[in-house]
């Protein structure tokens, strides 16, 4: 099994900037992907990034190119996602998964194998 636990999310302005981290424990895999998704309250889940270990390929939603950076250590077992000029918008649940292995679509949330809680991210106007 896999346990992933986010941090990070919060409240912040408009404009401002949010650092989400996701730390994996667990069982070890020789190739795996990494993801964020959010989910807004009425909305279904999104695709806001992801990142395959091997090569660090990386994919983002157009809504968030250019202003979020995902990022991995692998080393500390830990995803990231770097957040700036934050919208209300991008006002969500934010999850972290995993997919054991090779990853085809990153952007479908049906890819990954396991989840975390989700962390909290609120942007007012």
């Known amino acids: 099994q896999v346990q992933l636990l986010e941090s990070g999310g919060g409240l912040v302005q408009a404009g401002g900037s949010l650092r989400l981290s996701c730390k994996k424990s667990g069982r070890t895999f020789s190739n795996f992907a990494m993801g964020w998704f959010r989910q807004a309250p009425g909305k279904e889940r999104e695709f806001v990034a992801a990142i395959s270990r091997t090569y660090g390929l990386t994919h983002y939603a157009d809504s968030v190119k250019g202003r979020f950076t995902i990022s991995r250590d692998n080393a500390q077992n830990t995803l990231n996602l770097q957040m700036n000029g934050l919208k209300p918008e991008d006002t969500a649940l934010y999850y972290c998964?995993?997919?054991?292995?090779?990853?085809?679509?990153?952007?479908?949330?049906?890819?990954?194998?396991?989840w975390g809680q989700g962390t909290q991210v609120t942007v007012s106007s």
């Open positions: 998964a995993l997919k054991g292995g090779i990853i085809i679509h990153p952007h479908h949330a049906s890819e990954y194998d396991y």
